[in-house]
């Protein structure tokens, strides 16, 4: 089979699985830029046998715009991020196993031989890059020109039996020029002209357990995981924005009808006092299979995230209740 072919297939497998901006990293782009790669990485995912990887763009709504809910028992509430409020890691998780499977039903090959990457040790951003998916912005998030940062990203591993030949060039076109929308946006002031301070980004902490820097505490709010101020401000994001409801190819995906249930949880908001007061067991249990549940977020740091957030509202909590 001529390398067109096999190109166009892994394509087709993309676009029906519902992967529709999706690129490739070739056999030789891979060993070129090794550098890129932590050892263990580049061994678990047997690198040095891949005939290439597809790197893939799941889009979300930045902004879902969704209000707490109304009970004041359970109140003050905590606000998930866009990206983690559904499992979207999972969404894209299952429509690159689908992606493979078709290639593997194909190719007459192990299913077993494919290695799937989602929020992985694997280099993402970088190599989303290579795939000539976008460029990094200031903001140190993959811009791609269809979805700008409102995506997660993933990749399949091909084995070596399905080689692809061509890939699209890196984007090399700045898309951040003079625009400082996300610097702007920031709450906590971790994005410069000059880049991105990880230090200062509330996202970073929101994982750490530990005391918070005075100035990231007096501007967290009721944020639990996930900072979408950048993402929303981002001219590409906001296109997405203006356009919600259309159709559209590049518009938010996944649509409810293919969220599935357990996709949906932990949902936009979790309750404070219920964070404060649960053990850590019970905290783990309840966000098991979200994007919440990753062995690297410390429930501790939620905890303290959910502490500022009652402190913050207990004036204005308590003369709502009394006023119950």
């Known amino acids: 089979m001529s390398s067109t072919n096999i190109d166009s297939i892994v394509h087709e497998a993309c676009n029906a699985a519902g992967l529709p901006v999706h690129g490739f990293v070739t056999k030789n782009t891979i060993a070129a830029n090794f550098y890129l790669f932590s050892q263990k990485a580049y061994t678990a995912y047997r690198l040095s046998e891949a005939g290439g990887i597809v790197m893939a763009l799941l889009p979300y709504n930045p902004d879902p715009d969704l209000e707490p809910p109304s009970s004041l028992e359970q109140g003050p509430y905590m606000k998930v991020g866009a990206f983690a409020a559904y499992n979207h890691y999972a969404v894209l998780l299952r429509l690159l196993k689908n992606t493979a499977e078709k290639l593997a039903a194909v190719f007459s090959v192990s299913k077993k031989s494919f290695a799937l990457a989602v929020n992985s040790r694997l280099p993402e951003k970088p190599l989303a890059v290579l795939a000539g998916l976008g460029r990094i912005g200031r903001s140190s998030l993959l811009i791609n020109r269809h979805y700008g940062p409102a995506c997660v990203i993933g990749a399949i591993v091909l084995p070596g039996q399905i080689e692809i030949q061509n890939m699209e060039k890196p984007d090399t076109k700045d898309y951040c020029k003079d625009c400082m929308r996300c610097v702007n946006a920031c709450p906590s002031h971790a994005i410069e002209k000059g880049g991105f301070v990880k230090e200062k980004c509330l996202q970073f902490w929101a994982s750490i357990a530990g005391n918070l820097p005075k100035e990231l505490k007096n501007v967290w709010g009721n944020m639990l995981y996930g900072c979408d101020e950048c993402t929303k401000a981002c001219p590409f994001s906001s296109r997405l924005l203006k356009n919600r409801g259309g159709p559209s190819l590049f518009g938010f995906a996944p649509p409810a009808a293919i969220l599935e ?64």
């Open 261 to 324: 249930e357990k996709e949906k949880r932990p949902g936009r908001w979790i309750s404070a006092p219920w964070l404060v007061t649960a053990s850590e067991e019970a905290i783990k249990l309840a966000l098991k299979k979200t994007a919440l549940g990753m062995s690297w977020i410390s429930v501790q740091a939620m905890k303290r995230s959910a502490l500022i957030c009652t402190e913050l509202h207990s004036g204005q909590f308590d003369r709502k209740t009394r006023k119950a």
